[in-house]
């Protein structure tokens, strides 16, 4: 029995590849290579170069191996691109995760674990923010997640399928093998590092002027290998048979821009040179999850979960990795 981890190649993807192997299991691993790296995977583990919505191909991957499983983490993931260009985040996300989902039914899998979003929220009512905040998404990317998480309900009542929703909060930090390695980069925390390493100039700050203490954006930063953590318990949650659950993943901490800076400075040495920009339209001041149902739900507990642990391995990673995969 195996698991296959769409977007293994991916940033999260290549980190749950790792704990899935640690933890013996069978992985078999779907990407395209758009935004992944055929480097972050072990030679050992089976891939297939192709697109989740090739109804072929998840056919052939279901016959090769017994899949038992998928975690589903493969999708364009980038705010700003998919206002500029929508259609390509809706056939991308949405028709071909409708093309993915039958085939593993088609094949008999009937367990899921997906990867979704903060960013289904949409504008912030209360913080922190529960999953029974209302979710009205301000962009494309945000709609293209929260369609997903509506077609995997109507699937489970209609065809029995189990699945977890995990959403997330600003997924960062490293291991010691996979780190973040995205072209082009919009997350923080690889580009302040990437301005320390001279990389880039300077790191853009978008907005100052938020009612935050210094006036710039807070996020709830959660380590790339606590996120995967909860998704080895979300698949034991439906190996037990348990209902389908859509479940928050933070830390309920929230940090400011600056603050993330100031960290990176002490920690790499470097001055890191800042720029400010106006805010970005659809950045909410602050996004802090509230993580108890993950606790209580999955038993899940985050292990790296401070700023200094977080920026910590991301510098270990590109230093040790300063060309990234290099592929
Ligand atoms: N990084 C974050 O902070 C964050 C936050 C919330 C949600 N997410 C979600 O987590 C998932 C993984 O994010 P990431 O940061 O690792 O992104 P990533 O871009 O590094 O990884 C996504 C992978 O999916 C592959 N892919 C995309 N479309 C595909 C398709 N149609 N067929 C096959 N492969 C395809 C890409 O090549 C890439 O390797 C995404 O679904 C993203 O929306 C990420």
Partial sequence: MAILVTGGAGYIGSVMVEALLENGEDVVVLDNLFRGHRASIDPKV?????????????????????IEACVHFAALAYVGESVTDPQLYFKNNVEQGIALLDGLLDAGVRRIVF??????????????????HPQSPTNPYGWSKLM???????CDHAYGLKYVALRYFNASGA????????S??????????YA?????????VFGGDYPTPDGTAIRDYIHV????????LALEHLRKGETSECINLGTEHGYSVMEVIETARRITGSPIETRMEPRRAGDPSRLVANAEKARAVLGWQPRYDNLETIIQSAWDWHRSHPDGYSD
């Fill in 115 to 132: 990867s979704s979003t903060c960013a289904t929220y949409g504008e912030p009512q209360y913080m922190p923010l529960d999953e029974q």
């Fill in 46 to 66: 089976p891939f297939y170069t192709g697109n989740i919505g090739d109804r072929k191909l998840i056919d052939r991957i279901c016959a090769d191996h017994e």
């Fill in 225 to 232: 290998a606590d996120l995967c953590s909860a998704h080895v």
């Fill in 148 to 154: 997903m998480e509506k077609i995997l309900a109507a």
């Fill in 175 to 182: 291991t010691l093998r996979r780190g973040e390695d995205h």
């Fill in 196 to 204: 320390a390493m001279g990389r880039i100039p300077h790191v853009s």
């Fill in 184 to 193: 082009p980069e919009s997350h923080l925390i690889p580009n302040v590092l």
